[in-house]
């Protein structure tokens, strides 16, 4: 007559230490983990180690002695001239690179266009400075270099842009491809949340006239060119 009353305070005991056990645990949340962060895939436009050591050599032989050959011909009378170097890459701090993405799209965004390329524009520096009240430097005159300048799409076309300061606010004055102001060109229009064009005659008294001292770039050069030491 004991043994089911022994049982039963054995089981007892037994669902009671489980019980404290599972108070002790640690409680795992439903909520996904800030640590996890989503797997970035790799975009289709990267290419491979070898095909970019193939292009790099292929501009080494098919460009380089070109521009060496050019620039020794304009430096042979000058004996001050320590020989010219070939720039080969262009580049930016990481940091500066992110920087510039949010000011573009924060400025786009102000004047409400969407940024639909971003172009990496070949360029070269002069002798010396050109521009107008410009406290720029040229440390590698007649280098090569790159420009980097978003575009906005107007339903037909992409185009380069400057931030204009209107009447209203911000605008978006778009250029041509060699950077030059699109004649005519007044204002931009929002229709549907999407921005277009407007290429209204300046004499239109409806468009709304953009401040030339307004004028911000959002073209970013002025990275650090480097030439490869000479064998």
Do not use: W
Not at 125 to 134: K, L
Not at 185 to 191: D, E, F, G, M
């Amino acid at each position: 007559m004991k043994r089911p009353t022994t049982l039963m305070t054995k089981t007892a005991f037994v669902l009671m230490l489980t019980a404290l056990v599972s108070c002790n645990e640690p409680q795992k949340s439903n909520e996904p983990d800030k640590n996890d962060k989503p797997t970035v895939e790799a975009p289709a436009q990267i290419v491979a180690i070898a095909q970019a050591k193939n292009m790099y050599d292929s501009y080494s032989k098919r460009r380089v002695p070109l521009i060496q050959h050019y620039e020794d011909s304009i430096n042979k009378n000058n004996k001050d001239d320590k020989g010219f170097d070939v720039g080969r890459y262009v580049y930016y701090d990481y940091k500066t690179i992110k920087q510039y993405l949010e000011y573009i799209e924060q400025e786009a965004a102000e004047a409400d266009v969407e940024i639909s390329t971003l172009r990496l524009y070949y360029s070269n520096y002069p002798d010396e400075v050109v521009f107008p009240n410009s406290k720029d430097s040229i440390k590698h005159p007649r280098q090569n270099s790159i420009m980097l300048s978003p575009t906005y799409n107007d339903g037909k076309r992409d185009y380069l842009f400057y931030i204009g300061q209107g009447a209203k606010g911000k605008q978006a004055v778009p250029l041509n491809n060699d950077f030059e102001n699109i004649k005519g060109y007044s204002t931009h229009s929002t229709v549907n949340n999407k921005a277009y064009a407007s290429f209204a005659p300046i004499s239109n008294t409806t468009a709304e006239p953009i401040s030339i001292q307004g004028q911000q770039s959002l073209t970013l050069n002025r990275g650090s060119g480097v030439p490869p030491p000479k064998n």
